[in-house]
């Protein structure tokens, strides 16, 4: 199939530039004198250098490495004696111009096949149909294949995707919102009273540095302040304190979805519909201690339903019927709860057959207090998921932090169905 | 949430019925938002999941809650009388600590249940709504050791001494602050303050520096103490006055005697405790609308009264109710309306199934994200996924990256995570420097947002989408990773040009900036080896990372 060309039988007799260099070389020599002492110096050297053989310090050619043959010298002696190098090599020595290919070689060498027994079937057997005079080896079939890796999507990533097309079967718009966010999304227009525990330093994250964005319309800020002080107009009686605007403008990591509810809510970030389903699926912050349940970061995913009547067993009904469809779960289960910005509130737990009663999503009917100040008349019934809680149950992942695994391993060999 | 102590043969004993420990679990808890963690023979522990009821805290706010859904409906009746003591709050305080509503209940039986509860439910009152005593500070004392009156003070630090709780011999205040473990724990409070405020009875016996440290002589109650005083300290009297009445009804159910105490302020006197009932008016309509079920009067009325209110008047349109003092929860009618369904039960309501028909849709990121995705799984690459926060010495001291500026938070947990990432490259490293006892080659990529400062967002940063990918094998080449790019932006329609660029990042004279549009929106080529000798990373690596957002125009 190849024959050697005029260089290739010159380093047949004199030996292979890298080779006859590192010959030269000994133990040290200058660069300058090898340079008059070999041809081909340039090219030996470049591969003596790529075969690790020799090195250079300060204009000195230095011996390192142990010297065996090399694909190059072993391919040069097979094409020599009219045999055929593997691919690999021999594309090699058609890029160094050692060897060239032999049509008439290659046919010659199909025909010497005949009657004997083969492992690779060439081009030349197929075309000349020769193949039908040789006889093709059998391989042990039931050998096992070797292992590669496809290419895939990440596990958790993967589930997100598929949530958020349930979400979109569903009929859900999805929104979102900056991971930077003002308090005032993330807490006051919320109803979250600026002196309120969660708002303290250990239960949230801040930003480094001056810290101040930019707060919404004012008729919106008008509307939060009095409800958070006396109530305004939506019938309450408020927290009852000096709402503080400079508070409200501070910046931090979001702590949780439901920050993005009140930007489309207000027309802010976007235009709500009624009747209208509305979803977020994203990243959240909290200076929690990691440890099995609880990561550095977490995703929530959460959402409303607006429309001009909806009750609380309306809520119930979205959420069993959601749970039940994501997690095929047995059972769910209602607990009274409490969260700042609806009432009444409730926590639902589904029955896994491993894991028992696991607690999955918060929910409730927004307060007026919430509502009304961003100029919502209807009622809203809102509801969160700790989405990495149903991915573990789902994955069937005991330890939150395999949900973001650094282990390639572990990766390559998740399956994905 | 607080979690609680509770001892089942104690709660079952204020409930007044044995209820068994299964539908303790399943049901009756929930009437006090409660949730059993953990039921040993007669300890257990209940998440309060209520963090605006510091009347549920305690064994007895919990029986009281259950106990109105066995039997005892109606609002629980609670009555005072005089002490006849007085409490004098001098003007020295209003610059420390300027508020105080006090009590005293007697003919207390101080069993250990009862010392374990009000030591509890002292702690978390303080703790949670008080905000670690800043809001709320709450002292008990032994009634029979004070004489005359009690005087609430501020003396400066070295003014007076006393021998506080637990200790033998007397400190000056600062010395409290300084030695005493409680002293070191609640220093802060009173930090740059030029006096601190004390409670002293006329005999000039000191009862407590609040918010710190009772006296090791008025303030410590044992069992065999039968009547207490008590105070609640801070800067509001709104916040103060429902914590003393959940302390003092908490005594009450117990079989104490509450008392009231003339709170004396330079130009008024106030009588606390005040426990008459508060009343609030709900629309039957909107009672309706919120719960979904239809219920006659004489079910809210009996829903109501299971919740322990009183139902004063049912007219036409309105349900007109009395609920009890402790409660400072209820702003509004909705308040009242979760208690209607807690009573029913929320397991008791059947589900409506919601038949609503709109059109879903999905943001343009998500749509961006799964078509690159297909691409470079496509191209044989596995995804990754890591955390958007990381530290300066990943970002970019190991990067060889100058200082730039970055979003870094102002109290993390721990340093490990305390900046968000401002580029997706270091994090493909790190995966390869955990891995390099893996199996090579190995070929990444991660989507995924990045924070990038930017003074035109309205919170001074944006998200920005990203893609990286990178490869490491016993030998990469320039040409790989010029390919694949080639490939993702030929197969996603971006056009691009090649532009040669330095960086730290990547080995000089190997390293290009991706061109589209006439903007830089990425960068890809061969890592510098100092970068991967920083990640202790020993094969080399190619990769590159670019801006999704720009190139698919967000």
Redesign the interface.
Known sequence: MYQLTDEGKKYLKKGLPERRLYELVKDAIPIKDAQKMIDDFSIGLMWAKKNGWVKIEKGIIVREGVVSDTDAEKGLKLVSEGKTPPDKIASLLLDRNIIKKDKTTALTAARELIGKSITALTPELIKTGLWKEVNMKPYNVEAAGKTI??????P??AFI?EI?NK??????????G?????EFWNFDSLFQAQ?H??R??TET?????E????LPKDSIIKNVRSAHEN?GN????????KWDEKKASK?M?RAHDTAISPRYLSGHSGNV?V???YFSLV?C?R????DATH???FNQCGGF?I?E??????L??????FVMDVTEAEDV??????Y?FT?????ISAKHPELGWVELAGAG?F???LTEPLGVKQ?VIAWGFGIDRLAMYKLGIKDIRY???????W??EKTVM | MPTLDVSYRDLCNLIGKRIDREELRNKAVMFAKGEIDEINEDEMKIDEKDTNRPDLWSTEGIAREIAGRYGKKGLPKYTTEPSGLVVKVDESVSKVRPFTVCAVVRNLNITEDLLIQTIQLQEKVAGTYGRNRQDVAIGVYDYNKIKGKVNYKAYKPNELKFIPLEFNEELTLSEILEKHPKGMDFAHLLKGKEKYPIFIDDAGNVLSMPPVINSNYTGKVTENTTDVFIECSGFNLDALKPALNVLVCALADRGGRIQTVDVIYKNETIKTPDLKPKTKTANKDYIKSITGIDLSDKEIKDLLEQARYDVTEITKNEVKVEYPAYRQDIMHERDVIEDILISKGYNEIEPVPVSMETKGSLLKPQGITNKVAEVMVGLGLQEILSYTLTNKENLLKKMERKDSPICELENPVSMTWSVFRDSLLPGILEFFSNNKHHEIPQKIFEIGNCIIPDSRSETKYRDNLSLACGITAREVSYEEIASILDAFMRTTGIGYKFKKTENGIFIKGRCAEIINNGRSVGTLGEINPQVLNNWGIENPVIGFEIDLDFVFKK
């Open positions: 890796y496809p290419g895939k999507r990440q958790y990533a995707n958020k979400l979109l079967e569903l009929g859900f718009v999805e929104m979102t900056p991971t930077i966010e003002l002196n525990p969660s303290s330093w994250y801040s930003i480094k540095g810290g101040k964005g930019t109530g939506t019938g309450s009686t408020g927290w009852g304190y910046i990591p519909k009747p209208g389903k990243r912050y200076p929690d201690v990691i990561g550095v970061e339903i429309d009547n909806l009750s609380f067993r309306n119930l009904g979205v959420l069993k019927d289960k209602f607990y009274p709860d409490y700042p009432e009444p509130s409730v926590q009917v307060r007026p207090e009622p949900l973001f695994s650094d282990n390639i391993k990766l390559r």
